[in-house]
């Protein structure tokens, strides 16, 4: 290696010149990227400089060596000293390299040594410093590319459409959900997305028709099913759960869903039998709790609880039932009609008897408890007839012919047989 300002020759590891006691210059191995990066490292390089290194103790370090560069100039060196009367006589300097003790050579070497480590670190972290800068940008590059890639993806398209939701821009956020849907239809997020979007604008059954439509197309999707559930829980429409999985005809997917099946309560008396007496109907299930009515609408949880037996009178009452699970589900309503009816009266008791009389006469009925009589003299049915006459008491027997027939009615408006009577009265002349 030569020194650039004597020429002089010199090892490869020296930073001083030997002989001119010259800094050597290190140029560092050229690369394209610094010319790229110069203007975005340069603030940095700086102040990393001003950190690492001192500048007073540089100066220091530079007039210490300047003396000692003095000191070791070759003895062919002149210089001019005056003396006495102005006159000047050449002096050569009487200090040589060869006349320099074994510990100033030490410590040069070790100054130099010292600068050298100190400048290959400068270096070394100043390329650090431009590859750190180069990956941060890469990674810019990455993260942009990812964040364009994320807002495409389903995950992306369904987040931002739920985002559009919160700000109540139904309009893109109905775009991003079937744009999602289309993505990956067997996916159930979109679907209850898109549901909400409708729902909160108050079109519950087009919402509905979301999961409808989806499900008839995919009768196996068991997380369609789930979503469609949640919706109608969310909307407070639970009676239509079991609707929806009554017409599931995939074994599978009402296995799975089990949780969510209410089934119907179950009832202690036959609908088909007629009972002669008062009854008390029980109800059970396998449910949390059991609702009914007895008007004939339809039971909510609002309606009657079921706690005790329920009594059945004489006629036909109609029982509605359901029955709650554990998930807050109802079950499909359950109706069964049950009929008392309590043994009839034989046809009622009628006096006189049938026959010819010549005298006034009284007519009597036997009513018994709970039944009224009606009765008809011109030989009409008295439980059809507009003629029939309600009976309050005894009375007269017509004159001439008459064709009475009576009959008993109970408060549940059931007849019984007809009692008929044929009467002549024919009065004597005295």
């Keep these: ?87 000047s006589v050449e002096s050569q300097n009487v200090g040589t390299r060869n006349q320099m003790t074994e510990e100033e050579l030490e410590r040069e070497r070790r100054l130099a040594r010292k600068r050298r480590v100190q400048k290959k670190k400068m270096l070394a972290k100043k390329r650090r410093q431009r590859k750190m800068m180069i990956a941060g940008i890469v990674l810019a590059g990455v993260i942009a590319l990812g964040a364009v890639g994320y807002m495409n993806s389903y995950t992306g398209r369904v987040n931002s459409g739920y985002k559009k939701l919160e700000a109540k821009e139904y309009t893109e956020a109905e775009l991003k959900f079937e744009k999602a849907i289309k993505q990956k239809m067997k996916r159930s997020e979109a679907y209850a997305g898109l549901a909400k979007v409708y729902a909160l604008q108050g079109e519950l059954e087009k919402a509905e028709q979301v999961f409808l439509d989806a499900i008839s197309e995919q009768p196996d999707n068991i997380d369609l099913y789930e979503a469609a559930i949640h919706f109608y829980m969310d909307t407070n429409q639970e009676t239509k759960i079991m609707e929806l999985l009554d017409k599931c005809n995939d074994s599978e997917v009402v296995k799975k869903l089990e949780k969510y099946v209410s089934n119907g309560p179950k009832f202690s008396l036959d609908e088909k039998e007629i009972y002669d007496e008062v009854q008390a109907l029980e109800l059970t299930s396998d449910g949390e709790a059991i609702y009914y009515t007895t008007d004939g609408t ?10 005790d037996p329920i009594k059945l009178e004489e006629g036909e009452t109609e029982i509605r039932a359901i029955s709650v699970n554990a998930e807050g589900v109802p079950s499909l309503v359950v109706t069964k009609v049950f009929t008392v009816e309590f043994p009839i009266e034989d046809a009622p008791s009628v006096t006189p008897s049938t026959g010819q009389y010549d005298d006034y006469q009284e007519i009597k009925i036997l009513v018994p408890d709970g039944y009224v009589a009606f009765y008809t003299t011109d030989g009409s049915d008295p439980t059809t007839s507009e003629t029939r006459i309600q009976y309050s008491g005894a009375f007269d027997m017509p004159e001439g012919s008459t064709i009475l027939n009576v009959v008993l009615m109970n408060q549940k408006g059931r007849y019984s047989d007809v009692t008929k009577r044929n009467y002549e009265l024919i009065l004597s002349e005295e």
């Design 298 to 307: 339809d039971p909510t949880v609002s309606s009657t609880k079921y706690k």
């Design 1 to 87: 290696m030569k020194c650039m300002s004597c020429g002089a020759e010199f090892a490869d590891d020296s930073l001083i010149c030997p002989v001119c006691g010259q800094e050597i210059q290190i140029v560092p191995d050229y690369n394209p990227l610094d010319d790229v990066l110069t203007e975005q490292v340069k603030g940095a390089v700086s102040e990393t400089l001003k950190i690492n290194i001192n500048q007073e103790q540089l100066e220091k370090y530079r007039t210490e060596n300047k003396r000692n560069t003095d000191r070791v100039q070759g003895s062919g060196r002149t210089y001019q000293k005056k003396v006495g009367n102005g006159q």
